[in-house]
């Protein structure tokens, strides 16, 4: 797989873990009685500063910046699972889910650990400790279905 089919296929993998991991942020926040669109907000506080996490409504500088941050974060670490998968294809689909759950594992590392607070996900503003390991689940879900979509799409493209 070359570089534009292997950016093509990170495009769609990111965006359906993208979409994956933001349900599944606004049923935790709504599960823990908080606005379903303050994990979205929380994510512009790179922008914004923390009280971005504080924002409920819909608004382009907080939901739209917010979303479009988290969106290329899922297709940034899209990027890797789709050239490791290009350079040593999967066997299976359990092959594919463990490395998803590796870049993962990974990607949460990144933004907890490695990264300056201002450049995580924010998430913490609005929920527990235990919602975010939950969503880095999500995420590893996400990109391996992502993954196989793009495989699918691939396969009906030649």
């Known amino acids: 797989m070359n570089i534009v089919h292997t950016a093509r296929a990170a495009l769609a993998t990111g965006s359906v873990a993208s979409a994956i991991t933001t349900a599944a942020l606004a049923g935790l926040a709504k599960r823990r009685g908080r606005g379903v669109l303050q994990p979205t ?6 922008l914004h500063g923390e009280r971005a996490g504080h924002e409920e ?13 988290h969106h290329a974060s899922s297709v940034f670490w899209a990027a890797p ?14 092959d594919i889910l463990g490395r998803a759950v590796a870049v993962a594992g990974l ?3 990144v ?28 995420l590893a879900l996400g990109l391996a279905a992502g993954a196989l979509i793009a495989r699918r799409g691939q396969a009906q493209a030649r």
């Open 41 to 46: 907000n929380s994510t512009s506080h790179w």
């Open 81 to 94: 699972l789709e050239a490791w998968l290009a350079a040593r294809p999967a066997r299976n689909s359990a």
């Open 57 to 69: 409504k819909a608004d382009l500088a907080h939901t739209g910046v917010g979303y479009a941050t």
């Open 107 to 109: 990607a949460a590392f």
């Open 111 to 138: 933004d907890y650990v490695v990264v300056p607070k201002r450049l995580t996900p924010g998430w913490e503003a609005v929920l527990p400790p235990r919602d975010i390991v939950a969503v880095y689940g999500v």
